[in-house]
């Protein structure tokens, strides 16, 4: 089946520091790629789509400018958190789509930001 | 009112037990339901997918639909220890999901 990988699974960073995030489709080309924020005992909640070649589009109440969005190719998008802070720690997930409507998670990536 | 409700649990059953998990939605609009499973620290794994109304199978999986009420659920037969998980229900589309909060399930040995 459709596979998404998602690195690094986890990281620590300091605070005031940027960290990157990886999200692969492996066997399929992604045009659209989502990326979501899971806090503990809460529900995943969408950021932002990516778009191959073009500008994300984000959520109410993401910062664009905090939360660097690039997807460069149809197999590969990138988060970047950017100034981090304490409470940017959080379970960063990415997804992709098949073109048939279904969805498939990459393995989350775990953000502690000291 | 959450565009998807879910019971948080937690949901605790004897290993062999039929599991059922429940979600409501708000929205008429959506047409594509989901159930996802999560293990701890790990992403969500997609388990059924279904567009319309009624029951459909997968294994020891049967999700069902029923539009008219907004009511979806998840039945697990012969629960086992490794089905000890959370999961998420999700309503949408292709190009926004909404997901429940998620049913933390213990299948006690």
């Known amino acids: 089946g459709a596979v998404v990988s998602q690195h690094p699974s986890r990281v620590i960073c300091k605070s005031g520091t940027s960290v990157k995030i990886e999200c692969r489709s492996l066997d399929f080309q992604a045009t659209t790629m989502f990326w979501y924020r899971q806090f503990p005992k809460q529900s995943l909640m969408l950021m932002a789509t990516?778009?191959?070649?073009?500008?994300?589009?984000?959520e109410q109440g993401v910062e664009k400018d905090k939360f660097l969005i690039n997807h460069a190719s149809l197999t590969l998008s990138t988060l970047t958190v950017t100034s981090a802070h304490p409470e940017d720690s959080s379970f960063y997930i990415c997804?992709?789509?098949?073109?048939?409507?279904?969805?498939?998670f990459g393995e989350g990536s775990w953000l502690t930001v000291v | 009112q959450k565009e998807v409700e879910q019971d948080p649990g937690p949901l605790s059953v004897p290993e062999g037990a039929i599991v059922s998990l429940n979600c409501t939605y708000s929205n008429s609009a959506f047409q594509y339901f989901m159930w996802y499973r999560q293990y701890s620290r790990k992403g969500p794994e997609l388990l059924m997918y279904?567009?319309?109304?009624g029951n459909k199978e997968d294994g020891r999986f049967t999700a069902q639909v029923d539009k008219s009420s907004k009511y979806i659920s998840l039945f697990i037969r012969d629960s086992q220890p490794s089905d000890s998980a959370t999961y998420l229900c999700?309503?949408?589309?292709?190009?926004?999901?909404?997901f429940g909060i998620g049913t933390k399930l213990q299948v006690i040995p």
């Open positions: 997804s992709a789509g098949t073109g048939r409507d279904t969805i498939y």
């Open positions: 279904t567009y319309s109304s």
């Open positions: 999700a309503t949408g589309g292709y190009q926004k999901v909404t």
């Open positions: 990516s778009n191959e070649g073009s500008k994300a589009t984000y």
